[in-house]
């Protein structure tokens, strides 16, 4: 029989798979905002899956690879389809092309991402990802759709706007370039209390300004990509030094 502690977290995935789904039947209903809404409480459980999975040690072979198949659904096809039913419909088969690009895009990473997580053996690398996550990458699609619906919504070109974005965010999530993981960050216990202040504020304003708050977190999660990059190269530089000072160190 199986125990209880491996179920747990499957049905919390699966219980995310069913709101990023939603999102879809809220655009065709022209609800745009609860489909944004429901994509973000979809990445806000993929992101809590499988912390409780190792934190109630029921981590599982089958749980990591129902929470990949969740996440092609709500990160590439769910957003994707939502943008298209907003404003990319208007562009015919050009705007489905992009809906495709971006799934298969997605698709491609979060395979991607299953192979180089069983082969990578340097610590430092834990605080990187190759390329931005399936969840960002939907985040950084969404955008010209938060904009619309937030208070900073003046006459933009929106359909420019998401043919731009949806580009991006196909273009970062194939890349390899470095992007920051918050699994590999560890947080010291004087700054844990500061921490969870922060995280309660920043959900107060999440709560009261959703898509104020969630079109700031994407322009703050974008200008950190120039950032991680140049991280990632300091880091590498300094652990290839110390890798050939070791191996000089054992020909003496």
């Given amino acids: 029989m199986i125990h209880p502690r491996y179920i747990i977290p499957s049905i919390i995935s699966i219980l995310g798979l069913c709101i990023g789904i ?16 429901a994509i973000t409480i979809a990445s806000i459980i993929d992101t809590m899956d499988g912390r409780i999975a190792r934190l109630i040690k029921g981590t599982s072979k089958f749980g990591a690879e129902l929470d990949s198949l ?21 562009l015919g088969n050009a705007g489905w092309l992009l809906v495709l690009f971006h799934s298969v895009a997605c ?12 082969i990578t053996n340097e610590k ?3 605080i990187f990802f190759t390329g931005v996550p399936s969840p960002a990458g939907a985040g950084i699609l969404l955008l010209p759709l938060i904009l619309s619906l937030s208070d900073f919504s ?6 420019k706007l998401a043919i731009i974005f949806i580009i991006a ?23 844990l209390i500061f921490l969870l202040l922060l995280i309660a ?25 120039p950032i991680s990059f140049v991280h990632f190269k300091i880091i590498k530089k300094r652990s290839s030094k110390s890798t050939d000072s070791l191996i ?3 020909f003496i």
Avoid: H
């Fill in 248 to 250: 000089s160190e054992d």
């Fill in 154 to 159: 003046p006459n933009y070109d929106y359909k």
């Fill in 124 to 126: 430092w690398r834990e």
């Fill in 22 to 37: 939603s999102s879809i039947k809220f655009a065709l209903n022209s609800q745009f905002d609860y489909a944004v809404i």
């Fill in 70 to 90: 969740i996440d092609f659904i709500n990160f590439g096809v769910a957003p994707a389809i939502t943008v298209y039913i907003w404003i990319l419909k208007d």
């Fill in 201 to 225: 504020t920043y959900f107060g304003f999440l709560i009261n300004y959703p898509f104020n708050t969630l079109l700031v977190t994407g322009c703050f999660y974008l200008s950190l990509i």
């Fill in 169 to 191: 965010s196909t273009f970062l999530m194939i890349s390899k370039i470095p992007t920051y993981s918050l699994k590999g960050i560890k947080v010291s216990r004087p700054f």
């Fill in 107 to 118: 698709c491609l990473r979060l395979a991607r991402f299953n192979l180089v997580s069983k």
